[in-house]
């Protein structure tokens, strides 16, 4: 069994950069797709990007699509987000897990841009 543990939130002013981690534990996350998730306030959970299993292919939502990009390191079971160019409307919380949802959800991490 997988679980995952994201890092790296925080708060940022417009503009700002951040690097978000998300760490597997049991079972090897290169077994998946792995993608990242966020959630804002009164709104439904939403997907921001995708990674391929060995890294080679990405695919990004049309609202991060040039600001974010997302990577990993499968010796270190961990997917990377590097957000930059971070806007009021990225605040959330963000989570990681397969690209079909297939892994428990883990406690997120909170990132909020002041405007």
Not at 20 to 43: D, E, H, I, V
Not at 76 to 103: F, H, W
Request: aromatic share 10%; with cysteine.
């Amino acid at each position: 069994q997988v679980q995952l543990v994201e890092s790296g939130g925080g708060l940022v002013q417009t503009g700002g950069s951040l690097r978000l981690s998300c760490t597997a534990s049991g079972r090897t996350s290169s077994s998946y797709n792995m993608g990242w998730f966020r959630q804002a306030p009164g709104k439904e959970r939403e997907f921001v990007a995708r990674i391929s299993r060995l890294g080679g292919s990405t695919y990004y939502a049309d609202s991060v699509k040039g600001r974010f990009t997302i990577s990993r390191d499968n010796a270190k079971n961990t997917v990377y987000l590097q957000m930059n160019s971070l806007k009021p409307e990225d605040t959330a919380v963000y989570y990681c897990n397969s690209d079909r949802q297939q892994i428990d959800w883990g406690q997120g991490t909170q990132v909020t841009v002041s405007s």
